[in-house]
């Protein structure tokens, strides 16, 4: 019997923590009173506090069971296109932990953080030398909050001209972030199409560019895993006008030390530290956004910035032309201390190969895979390929199902139904930190379960069947939502 | 690299199948114009254990415990850590798991965030929680946003007493709206003053943070009162969620959103990141609000569990018309917060609070009896603010010599209260340190 | 998903392009969505619609009509007045999805211009629209 590489495994079931424990419990070593009691308004104090009482064993068991139904990283290979799933380093969680920097305040005067500060400093240089930008602001919080910080200094630039433009150009491939973070800046967003190769063409752009367009809002490489390789022309057509280009660098690891975004006509880029840049996800977050822009829009980045005076850092609010501030204070440190790591780990050699291997792996599943599955775009990927499931439509097996399946055999399933210009989309990105034969294992499963899809489609329809539960009933969920117990 | 597993086998058996003569052929298409020819001028690779020394090196320069006695908050608090929660927390299936949109192998994250949103929805007195915002300043724009989505109305008051970065965040949000920030000062007490709200029409919410930015706790009821009465939406705020472990929580005081920050649970200062936004309402405004949720759930074969619900108010779907724009969340530090309250309990929660409390009271006394003015005399938590002597710059700079950083000094934020200074104290800090602190300032 | 011979395409209404229908009532219009538009948003969730009273022009936006994995934005048919909504779908959102043009119904219009009416499609029409798309 053929072994899938998903097996069973004794995982235990685990009620919700008001289900457990007890009044009286405690999993805290309370701190020691050395102060007595002082009189409290009792207007003001409330003595019923409705939340539950564990033993610290109970704690301990209960979030080591729940962590045992979850799929991770370190479980098996996530192809979630333009998710940028790569391996988490275990020196840089170290690191983040040690003292001085878990537990540092951040309003602690300048003298004492000149370890913290010193370390933005640094990483903004050698943000903006990979993208080949000018500035650097590490405050977002993550790549959505960087494109709405992208789009504040769209607005501010042409604001200092007297001019408050109404829309932005969108293309059908941009993630969805895109036209809400434009929303959210007062801009309507324009849709213009790809072309039939997959990516956008100048005449489009010049279709619809105007004075009362803001700029244009582009992926590169776009969410096809394809280059946009009439960029340059674009920027042209959308800087004629006075217009600005942000540039989505969530594909960032497709490009490092091949690319330099600056010359492609981008005035401002945001970056995913939870992507290129081996930040750990978290189950959905804390990332970290940073924006890069060339240096005529330096002047509006967000404040505090970091500056150096005389080999000393300190932090400085003097930048009238600021947007102000997206955070309550710098970003994510924790995560961008581990993007530090990350890239004084790899150097500039490995970050270059880093993209190459992306790439490399992406283009070997596509070959590979492109008689199993639909193949769209049947040219040169960058580091994802989109695949649908036009081919299994005489079984009646969707996308849906093949990515349910995929969970049986070990892998976590990879984007399903984005980009929307592709039909039951399933967008592939393995990264570069997955073997060869990893890459094997998973093409595959993917052909088993293609000829599954051919001989017993039903496998695939009530799939999974080895995770702890079977497909959920989103309709009931959404109909009656039950957020609290 | 150790983080690269190809071989030079590998990649020309791959290179082989994929059709291209080397792995920069793969590249072939890319415009000339903006291709990089030039090695990224970045320091050469460092071993493992030289990037341990330099990191090793850089945090010795940062001023933290136990060495250093910090009495500062202002949004960002230091609090005992159990040593469960980090050792739970680092468990790789929670740190190295995407976002949970296959419900079936991520039951894990979405019954601990279900959890999460369940205890801060108890903790804040409100109906529903949602799975988490980027950081307290955050939420604040979002909870404002939301009012607005809400009510059709374009004006928010907030509070001059709402923490000065929050307010900033909102202004920056608000900025490229056609919607108004309007701000209410402050009183002798140290409370919001709510009196320009009589001339007000037309709000979409007031928001006050309690305890507020100077350590005060706001008369929330009175406050959703006069909210009501403007057919406004009550918005209350916080940066210290350990308060409401002992006083009454925003939705037995009228809140229709409670936000806040809540690092306090679980989460270490970090520097101010990562943070953790919370943000709840009333069950009537969720499909109204930003960021993600868990809803509980059956599967096909009758078994509970969890997945992620409401998604149309989000930007995958409903795009350029979502609540928000936001993505990838804090849902790490709300699992931290979830295992933090559950290590505490409700028991321990109160105890620790009132803890909190009466080690400030000690040092308020402690300062009132060395003679000096408690700057507001309303009741405070674990903050409040103590005006020092003029000259008191010098005598702040010498503590910090003798590694006590002795508040944060209000002046940037409040011009008017120069030689003002806020003072923290949570549990972390013994009386010996306070007595220490007092004596210092004495001389 | 339905193929287009299993499709309910009753011929007592009109259609739009967008995948409502309308039925006449006397001077009133009913409004609903077709059996394709709910097969292809699935599970109807969560229906919002406008109050009675509320005017609107023809083809602009009344409501949305939402499943688990999409929105949907539904247009007036016709220029007129809000009478009345169907309350039903509040508690009940997939009679939409079981009744499609029955009990699913979404809202009653006072029709401005009864003409407008012809300007709708048949159900010949609208099927030969729906073998036009993929």
């Given amino acids: 019997m053929k072994e899938y590489f998903a097996t069973t495994g004794l995982n235990l079931n685990e009620p919700l923590l008001w289900e457990r424990g007890k009044k009286g419990r405690c999993g805290f070593s309370l701190p020691r009173r050395d102060v007595d009691?002082?009189?409290?308004?009792?207007?003001?104090?409330?003595?019923?506090?409705?939340?539950?009482?564990?033993?610290?064993?109970?704690?301990?068991?209960?979030?080591?069971?729940?962590?045992?139904?979850?799929?991770?990283?370190?479980?098996?290979?996530?192809?979630?296109?333009?998710?940028?799933?790569?391996?988490?380093?275990?020196?840089?969680?170290?690191?983040?932990?040690?003292?001085?920097?878990?537990?540092?305040?951040?309003?602690?005067?300048?003298?004492?953080?000149?370890?913290?500060?010193?370390?933005?400093?640094?990483?903004?240089?050698?943000?903006?030398?990979?993208?080949?930008?000018?500035a650097v602001s590490l405050q977002p919080a993550a790549g959505a909050q960087g494109e709405l910080t992208g789009m504040l200094l769209i607005y501010t630039y042409h604001k200092m001209k007297g001019q408050r433009r109404s829309k932005i150009i969108v293309p059908d491939t941009a993630h969805g972030t895109n036209p809400a973070s434009a929303a959210l800046c007062g801009y309507r967003p324009v849709p213009v199409e790809s072309t039939e190769q997959g990516i956008l063409s100048p005449s489009s752009i010049d279709k619809v560019m105007d004075e009362d367009t803001a700029g244009i809002m582009v992926t590169n490489p776009n969410t096809l895993g394809l280059f946009e390789e009439n960029l340059k022309r674009i920027a042209e057509i959308v800087h004629a006008k006075d217009g600005l280009v942000y540039g989505d660098g969530a594909n960032m690891n497709a490009i490092m030390g091949i690319v330099d975004m600056g010359k492609t006509g981008v005035d401002v880029l945001h970056l995913n530290l939870h992507k290129t840049f081996s930040t750990p996800h978290g189950g959905g977050g804390p990332g970290s956004g940073p924006v890069c822009v060339r240096k005529h829009l330096e002047p509006f980045l967000p404040v505090p910035r970091v500056i150096e005076e005389n080999g000393k850092y300190l932090l400085s609010d003097d930048f009238p032309h600021s947007v102000g501030e997206l955070h309550a204070f710098y970003g994510n440190f924790g995560v961008m201390l581990k993007a530090y790591c990350y890239i004084l780990s790899m150097g500039p050699g490995n970050l270059k190969k880093a993209s190459q291997l992306a790439v490399l792996n992406a283009n070997y599943i596509k070959e590979m895979l492109k008689d199993t599955f639909y193949l769209p775009y049947d040219r040169p990927c960058?580091?994802?390929?989109?695949?649908?499931?036009?081919?299994?439509?005489?079984?009646?097996?969707?996308?849906?199902?093949?990515?349910?399946?995929?969970?049986?055999?070990?892998?976590?399933?990879?984007?399903?139904?984005?980009?929307?210009?592709?039909?039951?989309?399933?967008?592939?990105?393995?990264?570069?930190?997955?073997?060869?034969?990893?890459?094997?294992?998973?093409?595959?499963?993917?052909?088993?379960?293609v000829k599954e899809a051919e001989q017993d489609p039903d496998l695939l329809r009530q799939a999974p069947k080895y995770c702890k539960v079977k497909r959920m009933d989103e309709t009931e969920a959404a109909r009656q939502p039950c957020l609290t117990g | 690299m150790r983080y690269l597993p190809h071989t030079d086998e590998d990649i020309a058996s791959m290179l082989e199948t994929v059709g291209a003569g080397s792995l920069d052929e793969l590249f072939k298409d890319i415009p000339e114009s903006c291709r990089r020819h030039e090695e990224l001028h970045l320091p050469e690779a460092m071993t493992e254990w030289e990037l341990n020394d330099l990191m090793l090196d850089?945090?010795?320069?940062?001023?933290?415990?136990?060495?250093?006695?910090?009495?500062?908050?202002a949004g960002s608090y230091e609090?005992?850590?159990?040593?469960?929660?980090?050792?739970?927390?680092?468990?790789?299936?929670?740190?190295?798991?995407?976002?949970?949109?296959?419900?079936?192998?991520?039951?894990?994250?979405?019954?601990?965030?279900?959890?999460?949103?369940?205890?801060?929805?108890?903790?804040?007195?409100?109906?529903?929680?949602n799975a988490s915002l980027y950081d307290g300043?955050?939420?604040?724009?979002?909870?404002?946003?939301?009012?607005?989505?809400?009510?059709?109305?374009?004006?928010?008051?907030?509070?001059?007493?709402?923490?000065?970065?929050?307010?900033?965040?909102?202004?920056?949000?608000?900025?490229?709206?056609?919607?108004?920030?309007?701000?209410?000062?402050?009183?002798?007490?140290?409370?919001?003053?709510?009196?320009?709200?009589?001339?007000?029409?037309?709000?979409?919410?007031?928001?006050?943070?309690?305890?507020?930015?100077?350590?005060?706790?706001?008369?929330?009821?009175?406050?959703?009162?006069?909210?009501?009465?403007?057919?406004?939406?009550?918005?209350?705020?916080?940066?210290?969620?350990?308060?409401?472990?002992?006083?009454?929580?925003?939705?037995?005081?009228?809140?229709?959103?409670?936000?806040?920050?809540?690092?306090?649970?679980?989460?270490?200062?970090?520097?101010?990141?990562?943070?953790?936004?919370?943000?709840?309402?009333?069950?009537?405004?969720?499909?109204?609000?930003?960021?993600?949720?868990?809803?509980?759930?059956?599967?096909?074969?009758?078994?509970?569990?969890?997945?992620?619900?409401?998604?149309?108010?989000?930007?995958?779907?409903?795009?350029?018309?979502?609540?928000?724009?936001?993505?990838?969340?804090?849902?790490?530090?709300?699992?931290?917060?979830?295992?933090?309250?559950?290590?505490?309990?409700?028991?321990?929660?109160?105890?620790?609070?009132?803890?909190?409390?009466?080690?400030?009271?000690?040092?308020?006394?402690?300062?009132?009896?060395?003679?000096?003015?408690?700057?507001?005399?309303?009741?405070?938590?674990?903050e409040f603010v103590v005006e020092f002597p003029e000259n008191f710059t010098a005598t702040y700079k010498l503590l910090l010599d003798k590694k006590i950083v002795a508040g944060l000094p209000l002046k940037p934020f409040y011009p008017e209260l120069m030689n003002h200074y806020l003072l923290c104290v949570t549990e972390v800090r013994t009386r010996e340190e306070m007595d220490d602190l007092v004596r210092e300032v004495k001389s | 998903m339905k193929e287009l011979n299993e499709l309910i395409l009753p011929k007592d209404v009109r259609y739009t392009a967008d995948h409502e229908w309308a039925r006449v009532q006397g001077d009133v219009v009913r409004v609903g969505v077709s059996d394709y538009a709910q097969n292809q948003l699935g599970d109807i969730t969560f229906v919002e619609l406008p109050e009675a009273g509320d005017a609107f022009e023809k083809g602009e936006e009344f409501g949305t009509l939402e499943s688990v994995k999409a929105?949907?934005?539904?247009?007036?048919?016709?220029?007129?007045?809000?009478?009345?909504?169907?309350?039903?779908?509040?508690?009940?959102?997939?009679?939409?999805?079981?009744?499609?043009?029955?009990?699913?119904?979404?809202?009653?219009?006072?029709?401005?211009?009864?003409?407008?009416?012809?300007?709708?499609?048949?159900?010949?029409?609208?099927?030969?629209?729906?073998?036009?798309?993929?």
């Fill in chain 1, 382 to 449: 960058m580091h994802e390929c989109v695949f649908s499931d036009r081919l299994q439509r005489d079984q009646k097996i969707l996308t849906l199902d093949i990515a349910k399946r995929l969970m049986d055999y070990g892998f976590h399933p990879p984007t399903i139904y984005f980009p929307l210009v592709v039909n039951g989309a399933i967008m592939i990105e393995p990264t570069e930190t997955e073997s060869k034969e990893e890459l094997d294992h998973f093409i595959e499963a993917c052909k088993t379960i």
């Fill in chain 2, 137 to 382: 300043a955050s939420a604040l724009a979002e909870a404002l946003l939301m009012a607005i989505r809400i009510t059709r109305r374009k004006k928010v008051a907030i509070s001059s007493l709402i923490h000065p970065m929050y307010r900033q965040v909102v202004r920056t949000y608000f900025e490229p709206t056609d919607c108004q920030v309007l701000e209410l000062p402050y009183l002798e007490n140290g409370r919001t003053d709510l009196s320009p709200l009589k001339d007000m029409s037309e709000i979409a919410a007031v928001a006050v943070q309690s305890p507020n930015f100077f350590g005060c706790i706001e008369d929330l009821q009175d406050t959703g009162k006069r909210t009501h009465e403007k057919e406004a939406l009550f918005i209350t705020c916080f940066t210290e969620p350990l308060a409401y472990g002992l006083l009454k929580n925003p939705g037995s005081q009228g809140a229709d959103i409670a936000c806040g920050e809540g690092q306090s649970f679980g989460i270490p200062p970090s520097f101010g990141g990562p943070a953790l936004g919370m943000l709840a309402s009333r069950m009537k405004y969720v499909r109204k609000m930003p960021g993600r949720l868990v809803g509980m759930t059956k599967d096909k074969e009758g078994r509970r569990g969890f997945v992620l619900t409401l998604s149309t108010r989000e930007q995958h779907i409903r795009r350029e018309k979502a609540t928000s724009n936001i993505c990838t969340n804090s849902s790490l530090c709300a699992l931290a917060a979830a295992m933090y309250m559950a290590s505490l309990g409700g028991s321990g929660l109160g105890e620790l609070a009132r803890l909190n409390y009466d080690k400030s009271e000690y040092l308020k006394e402690k300062l009132r009896k060395a003679g000096f003015r408690i700057s507001f005399q309303s009741a405070t938590f674990n």
């Fill in chain 1, 37 to 134: 009691s002082y009189p409290l308004d009792e207007e003001l104090a409330d003595r019923e506090l409705n939340l539950p009482d564990l033993s610290e064993f109970e704690i301990i068991r209960h979030y080591t069971r729940l962590s045992q139904w979850n799929f991770g990283l370190d479980t098996g290979m996530y192809p979630l296109g333009s998710c940028t799933m790569k391996y988490n380093p275990k020196i840089n969680e170290k690191l983040a932990g040690l003292n001085g920097f878990a537990g540092a305040h951040p309003l602690l005067p300048a003298t004492l953080s000149q370890g913290a500060l010193k370390l933005m400093v640094q990483l903004e240089r050698f943000l903006a030398e990979i993208t080949g930008m000018d």
């Fill in chain 3, 71 to 134: 929105v949907a934005d539904l247009y007036m048919p016709v220029r007129g007045e809000i009478l009345s909504i169907n309350r039903e779908l509040e508690k009940s959102p997939g009679l939409v999805n079981e009744s499609p043009y029955g009990d699913g119904w979404m809202i009653e219009v006072r029709m401005k211009d009864p003409a407008e009416l012809d300007e709708l499609m048949t159900m010949p029409q609208y099927l030969e629209m729906l073998k036009g798309l993929d």
């Fill in chain 2, 79 to 129: 609090h005992h850590i159990p040593a469960t929660v980090p050792y739970l927390l680092g468990r790789s299936e929670f740190v190295t798991s995407y976002t949970p949109y296959q419900p079936e192998m991520s039951q894990g994250t979405l019954q601990g965030i279900y959890e999460y949103q369940t205890l801060v929805a108890r903790l804040l007195g409100m109906e529903a929680a």
């Fill in chain 2, 58 to 73: 850089l945090s010795k320069s940062m001023a933290t415990s136990p060495e250093y006695k910090v009495f500062m908050g």
